[in-house]
Each structure stands twice: as structure tokens, then as C-alpha cells.
């Protein structure tokens, strides 16, 4: 028998939430961010229920290329756009549209020699310092891709860095709105917080949106909001069971380090879940979890293998228990990823996307 443990990814909770994200900017395009393997879920899992998008947006040309292979004949955008000369030649040959967001990838695309006409994404740093031209930049940037014939369509693009709190968008809106006030082009700016939080205004929402996160049913604001705020449903269950059941008496600890020593007694739920499968190791006692889609708690420490947990509220759980580390519980309940993410001090994205391969993963509606 295999380990008992199993990742599922759930189409309908994909769909449901890419539906959300068009509800957010109801006149805008959206790009889902398929980036890092579709932030751990696979491309390849999540394709066809995401197939009702407008583009895609990753980072890594093996990724566009398995988006091409899977079918996908509409736009691509390579985020961080092209890091050679060479791959604006699959640019060409798969026809995806790419970010420019320095010196550097306008001269190779003027020194591309192609036949096809490409479509750029022009990024503008507008204050998070991370990829993009500074905003007086921003025009002769926009000029000298124009006056290429390699290039066929310029859009313009900002990314932000407070979307998710309480520094807002106002000033990051402002100065990409300024330096880019008279030049043609769609826009686009958000990220699935800014979406959420701010697509009331319609400069916000651009012509297209980038939303990754809330796609795959986490909450970009947690824990000021979460997915039941924004009407999410989680995409990625984790799930294991009890493959053993200790009897702890008042005194007696749980796990290396013997961080957890129990006060009555109380018995502990051996799950077939480590660190090793992509648990947080920082997850510490408290930590929650279901068990039969009942509430519990971690108890000690995460190992490479095995997690302890609390069969208090369960006197009925025992070996072979379902035990639900986030996601979907069988029973309906659901344990937001986020919640998990926040008492190991790390964010949703990361855990989905730290899903270790050695988890099996299935698909289901
Ligand atoms: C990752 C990324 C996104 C998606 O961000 P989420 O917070 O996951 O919605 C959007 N735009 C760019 C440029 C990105 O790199």
C-alpha cells in the first residue's frame, strides 16, 4: 500500500474562482498566472479548468512551451519576458508575448531577425524597485520599441507592492498614470489583491488583470480577509492519516525536542505528513488541522515524515483517521491554506507552491 498521503486539486474550486476574478473587473481581460507550475498545482491539472481565461501569464519558456503542447493557441505572456537572444526565437515560433522591462531586451529584440511580429508588455517600475523602466524612462522606452519593426503592439504594465495592505495602490496608480498618460497601449496592473481590494476604480482594473493567488483559493489579504470574505474555495487539498495513536499521560512530550508536554492525559494522532511532503516545518503545537473533518491541533514538532496531532475533540479517531492538513475535508469542511501558512509565519503561495513531488496528486471536479 502506498504512503496514505494525497494532494487533490479541485477543478470546480478553479473555475469558481477565475468566475470571481472576472466578477472583480467585470471589463477587463484576465490573464491566470500559471507561473511556478501553477503555484505547485501543475499546469497540466489545472489547464482545462482554467481554459476560460483570456491568456495565460508565466515566467519560464518550459512553461509556455507545455501550455502551447496542452492546446492553448491564445496569448501567452512571459512576465519577466526573455533572459536571451535565443528566446525570442521560441517567442517567434510560439508566437507569445513577452514583458520588456530593461535596456537589455529591447536591443535583442532589435537585433531578433523574425518574420512574426511580437506583442510586448512594457513594465514600468512605478516604486516596488523590482523589474521595469523608471517612469522617465518609461517614454523613450515605449519610442524606441515603436519605432521597431520587430514589434507589433505595445502594452504597458505596472506591478504593486502594498495591493495587499494598507499602503494601497493610490500613489503607485498615480505615477505609472502620469508617465504613461499619452502613450497608446492597453494596460495592465493587477495582481489578484489589487483586483480584490481596489478594482473599483477602473484605472486599476487596466484592460487586462494578472490574478494568481486568488485562482488557486487563497487570500491574498490574509488575515485581514479571508477566502470565505472573498467568496474562494480552496483548489489544493493535502491530506493524510493516522497511521499511529499514542497514549500520552500528564508530563509525558510529543516529537524531537519534546516541545509539547501534556498537562492531562491525551491521546495523539500519528499522521503520515512531514516536512518532507511540503508541510511548514515552522508549523508549531496549535497549529490547526482537521481530523475527520473535525478541528484539532498540531501537537510538537513537524518531522521529515510525521506530524503529531490532538484526538481530544475525536474520542472516536484512530488509526486510518482522515486527517486534513488544508483544503477540503470529506466531510465539507474546509481549512484555508492560509490559515496553515500564517502558523508556520510564510504566506499560501508558498505552501502550495513548496507541495513536495514525492505527494501524490490526483485531479478531481
Ligand atoms: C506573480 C505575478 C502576478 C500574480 O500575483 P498574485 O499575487 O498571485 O495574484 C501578477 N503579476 C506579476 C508581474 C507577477 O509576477
Redesign the pocket.
Known amino acids: 500500500m502506498p504512503r496514505p498521503i494525497l494532494a487533490t486539486i479541485h477543478t470546480e474550486a478553479l473555475r469558481h474562482n477565475l468566475a470571481r476574478m472576472r466578477e472583480a473587473a467585470p471589463d477587463a481581460r484576465v490573464?491566470a498566472?500559471v507561473?511556478a507550475n501553477a503555484?505547485g498545482h501543475g499546469i497540466e491539472r489545472v489547464f482545462d479548468a482554467l481554459r476560460g481565461a483570456d491568456g495565460f501569464?508565466l515566467?519560464d519558456l518550459q512553461e509556455a512551451e507545455r501550455v502551447r503542447a496542452l492546446g492553448w493557441r491564445g496569448p501567452v505572456l512571459l512576465?519577466?519576458g526573455v533572459f536571451e537572444p535565443r528566446d525570442l526565437e521560441l517567442c517567434s515560433r510560439l508566437g507569445l508575448w513577452h514583458?520588456v522591462h530593461c535596456d537589455e531586451q529591447i536591443e535583442m529584440l532589435a537585433a531578433h531577425k523574425t518574420q512574426v511580429p511580437h506583442r510586448v508588455f512594457l513594465k514600468m517600475n512605478s516604486g516596488m524597485n523590482r523589474l521595469g523602466f523608471a517612469p522617465q524612462r518609461f517614454r523613450t522606452a515605449w519610442a524606441r520599441l515603436d519605432a521597431l519593426p520587430q514589434v507589433e503592439e505595445i502594452s504597458l504594465?505596472t506591478?504593486f507592492s502594498d495591493a495587499d495592505g494598507a499602503r494601497g495602490v493610490g500613489e503607485q496608480v498615480r505615477i505609472f498614470e502620469e508617465a504613461s498618460r499619452d502613450l497608446s497601449g492597453e494596460r495592465s496592473l493587477s495582481?489578484?489583491?489589487a483586483?480584490l481590494r481596489h478594482a473599483g476604480d477602473a484605472r486599476v482594473r487596466g484592460d487586462w488583470i494578472?490574478?494568481?493567488?486568488?485562482?488557486y483559493g487563497s487570500a491574498?489579504d490574509f488575515p485581514e480577509h479571508d477566502i470565505a470574505h472573498w467568496q474562494l474555495q480552496p483548489t489544493m487539498t493535502l491530506a493524510a492519516r493516522v497511521i499511529g495513536v499514542q497514549q500520552l499521560q500528564p508530563g509525558d512530550t510529543v516529537g524531537y525536542g519534546s516541545s509539547f508536554r501534556a498537562e492531562a492525559p491525551l491521546r495523539v494522532g500519528v499522521v503520515a505528513c512531514g516536512y518532507a511532503d511540503g508541510y511548514p516545518r515552522h508549523c508549531g503545537t496549535g497549529t490547526p488541522v482537521l481530523v475527520e473533518g473535525v478541528r484539532t491541533r498540531l501537537l510538537g514538532r513537524v518531522s521529515m515524515d510525521m506530524i503529531g496531532v490532538d484526538l481530544t475533540p475525536l474520542p472516536q479517531a484512530g488509526m486510518g483517521s482522515a486527517v486534513t492538513m488544508w483544503g477540503r475535508a470529506g466531510n465539507g469542511a474546509v481549512l484555508p491554506i492560509d490559515e496553515v501558512a500564517a502558523a508556520g509565519g510564510t504566506l499560501g503561495?508558498e505552501l502550495m507552491c513548496a507541495l513536495a513531488p514525492r505527494v501524490p496528486v490526483v485531479v478531481a471536479d
Open positions: 490573464w498566472v507561473k503555484y501569464a515566467l512576465l519577466e514583458t504594465m506591478h495582481n489578484s489583491a483586483a494578472r490574478p494568481g493567488i486568488a485562482v491574498p503561495y
